[in-house]
């Protein structure tokens, strides 16, 4: 296609010519700020998926790559695609926990710890799998390839219980397990990417005491520590007693074992991400979603963005982003620093100044996702799990590996 696809003719003059990709669908979003009908919050709202006027549900899957602004034909580049790659039906095998381990070129993640559907949580941990990415690139051209990528089970010595958030650490992969019941505290977890998948615990007390659920972790690529978020989920899923600390963002420092309180104030405090030099946190706060106790729309579902003052500590707490629909759950961001958070409907893309770029539109849940290097990406939609192919490169992997 040569010309635009913008939706709504009267601003076709104001268009220049672009090729846009297969796959795409450009969104003006002055045709968004004046509608016809806006409805009470009783049928819109943060639970809702919101279509632009004249976009069908099918029209706004068949072209999942959403483009609101054109920085983002440099994201997602002259020919995204993405692809299905795996269907579990009701059980939310693609959850968290998106980590690329390169020698392998593998993908891991994990299965939801605590939904029913799951039967995880208190009487049984969740499950961590992986793919082999050269079997999704061999589908990426199809829309719906379920069946034909193997989703393998590992089983982690000892195993890592109630799996969330994880990322690369020093050439392994560290897990913030949630914890289950009274007895097993919510840990973090580093575990050898390969056979055995031999674990070691590397936190799970701050001073004697048990963590409330850990939920993510990301390592700043400046001073290499160990940053993670400590949250309600495991208790608001009923698999952790009562919470006894606040919610805050925790700092360990591996070569000291010193580990620090650095940020409070949050309602749930949920994915977290560094820009890719380091100066700038990213910590996601998704209390708006109390999990079994439902909704509470006046709480957060945004991103809020730290500076990281050269000693680790943070400053300059400030909202980045309110998203909709859903909440912000796993973040990530790409070399460029732009930053990419799984929500309720597919992938979100800001620029560092908070602006909307556009949407890998998958028109569910998305936990979490992750970079799979340059130009490929991994997508956790609960029981979808999606492979796709784009322009941009995730900054994880480039940073996040500090020499031992
Ligand atoms: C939110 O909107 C959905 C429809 O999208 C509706 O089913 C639900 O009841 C609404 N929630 C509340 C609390 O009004
Ligand atoms: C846990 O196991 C008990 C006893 O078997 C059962 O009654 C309960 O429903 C299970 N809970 C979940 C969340 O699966
Ligand atoms: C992909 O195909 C599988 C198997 O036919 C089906 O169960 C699943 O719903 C499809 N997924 C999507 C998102 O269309
Ligand atoms: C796994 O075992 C190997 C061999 O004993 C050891 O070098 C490595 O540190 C272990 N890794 C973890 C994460 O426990
Ligand atoms: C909803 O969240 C707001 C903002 O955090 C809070 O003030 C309010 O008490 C919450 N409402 C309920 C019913 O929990």
Redesign the pocket.
Known sequence: MLLPLLLGSSLMSEAYSRTVPQQALVVDQRNLNALNTVPP?????????FFPPGVTEDEALARPFHVYDDAFYDIIGPNPTLTVIASEGVNPLFHEAVVWYPPTDEVFFVQNAGAKAAGTGLNKSNQILKISLSQAAAVSTERNASGRVDVVPITANPAVINSNGATNYRGQVVFAGEGQGNNTPPALYVMNPVEPYNTTVLLNNYFGRQFNSLNDVAINPRNGDVYFTDTLYGYLQHFRPPPAFPNQVYRLNPSTGAVTAVADGFELPNGITFSPDGSYAYVADTGAQYAFYG?N?TAPASIYRYTVESDGTFSNRKLFSYVSPGIPDGIHCDTNGNVYSGVGDGVHVWNPSGILLGKIFVGMTTANFNFAGKGRMVICAETELYYATLAAEGSVVASEMPPM
Do not use: C, Q
């Open positions: 919050p009783s049928v819109s709202n943060l639970t809702s998926i909704y729309f």
